[in-house]
């Protein structure tokens, strides 16, 4: 006689409905805050990855419910990628898509039956995405020292495609001079007669006045029609 399959029902049906409960608490509090991603999806995300890892566990047991979670993943991965913006230098939607990628791992753990354990990862991210803005905020607000940043530096100096060879060479002499090592070099074509010399600073602390005295010197080079520094921040 087969056995009845109410107990695995009843068991799938729990995990489901542990994986909605959590999944509506960090989807409300991102619904709240109007992101892209908000409280139907994240619910989805997190039902989605139970019913899955839930699934995997009652076909093959735990080696299939763990081999599940890893394409729960990779799967999440592909998702949170759509929500990631890049305007200019900006980019938009990490946060987002690092709470899609929790409320996958909260769904994981009620998938596999350990409902406790995906409640603190949910109060996990709900103290990550509200009571860490106080401190964002405050650091957001101090004053910047560009000597403790770590940063990408580049000073552009724009010449006629003829006296490239001279701007390179003045380029890098004068950053020496101001104990600034160049990394790396290029020239980059800006149109039929102009190029741009790009020199990218070594790591190194960084001091705008001084990196503006360097452009100022150089832009008083009779063959330099512009010189510029500017800064990327690191990831």
């Excluded at 019913?51 to 990779?74: C, H, K, N, W």
């Excluded at 100096?157 to 003045?170: C, K, N, S």
């Excluded at 020239?187 to 020199?199: C, H, I, L, P, S």
Aim: aromatic share 6%; charged share 15%.
């Amino acid at each position: 006689m087969l056995s009845s399959p109410l107990p695995e029902f009843v068991n799938s049906a729990v995990s489901l409905i542990v994986a909605f409960g959590l999944g509506t608490l960090i989807g409300a509090e991102r619904q709240y805050r109007q992101r892209t991603a908000g409280l139907r999806t994240n619910v989805l995300v997190a039902v989605g990855a139970a019913a899955f890892v839930d699934l995997g566990m009652r076909l093959e047991g735990a080696p299939g419910g763990t081999r599940t979670v890893a394409y729960v993943i990779s799967g999440v991965g592909f998702l949170g990628a759509g929500v990631i913006m890049k305007e200019g230098m900006n980019v938009r939607g990490l946060n987002t898509a690092a709470t899609l990628w929790c409320s996958a791992a909260v769904g994981a753990f009620a998938g596999a039956d350990f409902p406790l354990e995906a409640a603190f990862v949910t109060a996990a991210v709900l103290a990550g995405n509200t009571l860490l803005r106080p401190l964002v905020n405050a650091i957001n607000r101090a004053p910047i020292d560009e000597s403790q940043t770590e940063a990408t530096y580049e000073v552009q100096v724009t010449v006629q495609a003829d006296a490239a060879g001279p701007a390179r060479d003045l380029l890098v002499e004068r950053l020496e001079a101001a104990d600034y090592p160049v990394g790396g070099i290029e020239v980059v074509e800006r149109g039929e007669d102009t190029v741009e010399v790009v020199a990218t600073l070594v790591a190194t602390a960084v001091t705008p006045g001084e990196l503006d005295a360097v452009t100022a010197a150089l832009g008083r080079a009779s063959f330099v029609t512009h010189a510029t520094w500017s800064v990327q921040t690191a990831d």
